[in-house]
């Protein structure tokens, strides 16, 4: 069965201090990873997403990152304005199967 | 584009009640999802359409869910009878071929609240 664990399930950052968020995953095989950020109230909005280890992608202050385990959200400089739910999801090479996203990390920056 | 439309965006509604959501998804789009998401579980796929076609229900929890799609721009999500532990965010996401191909697009979601 494919499972997505998301760490740490919230984290408060001042503004300005990087970090970096982390989405273990475990499937048969790797089709896809997906990131994307969901505001209170609001469905989740696509970033990025990534289909081989060693991939990066950037967008702003974030940068998402593939290895076969795990992938990061690497946040630079914060802003308050960044601050959302952000959901990691992964999709299986066997046949056409959907998503499956992880539990989320809540990220707070405070100015 | 209006993006993925839902309705009604909150509801409240008495346990043994129906409930249907509704969801009009983007233009063009021929995949149809519908989640549920709670703090508990997170979100979680019910049900997927493909050209209006149901390919997937695994997802939906019991024969009290049912989902439908009549046409290419319409989808109702129906609970009967309602239960409180169906209370959460119901969301709609919409996609253009092949989900691997192409990004999801989700709906603004509905609040279902069963007392």
């Known amino acids: 069965e494919d499972q997505v664990t998301q760490s740490p399930e919230a984290l408060r950052l001042q503004e300005g201090e990087s970090s970096s968020l982390n989405c273990s995953y475990t499937v048969s095989g790797l089709r896809g990873l997906f990131w994307y950020r969901q505001d209170p109230g609001k469905g989740p909005e696509f970033l990025f997403t990534l289909y081989s280890a060693g991939e990066e992608k950037e967008k702003e202050r974030l940068k998402a990152t593939l290895t076969k385990k795990e992938s990061f959200l690497h946040i630079t400089a914060p802003k308050p304005e960044d601050s959302a739910t952000y959901l990691c999801?992964?999709?299986?090479?066997?046949?056409?199967?959907?998503?499956?996203f992880g539990k989320g990390t809540r990220l707070s920056v405070i100015a | 584009d209006a993006g993925v439309i839902q309705s009604p965006r909150h509801e409240v509604t008495e346990m043994g009640q129906e409930v249907t959501l509704r969801c009009k998804p983007i233009s063009g789009h021929d995949y149809l999802f519908w989640y549920r998401q709670t703090m508990m579980r997170g979100l979680e796929l019910l049900i997927y359409?493909?050209?209006?076609?149901?390919?997937?229900d695994s997802g939906m929890p019991e024969d009290r869910f049912s989902a439908k799609m009549p046409n290419a721009s319409f989808s109702t999500l129906k609970i009967q009878p309602s239960e409180p532990r169906d209370s959460a965010v119901y969301f709609c996401?919409?996609?253009?071929?092949?989900?691997?191909?192409?990004?999801?697009?989700f709906g603004p979601g509905t609040r279902l609240l069963v007392l």
């Open positions: 359409f493909n050209n209006n076609v149901p390919i997937d």
């Open positions: 996401a919409s996609s253009l071929g092949r989900p691997l191909q192409e990004t999801q697009y």
């Open positions: 999801a992964v999709q299986s090479n066997s046949g056409n199967t959907p998503l499956v």
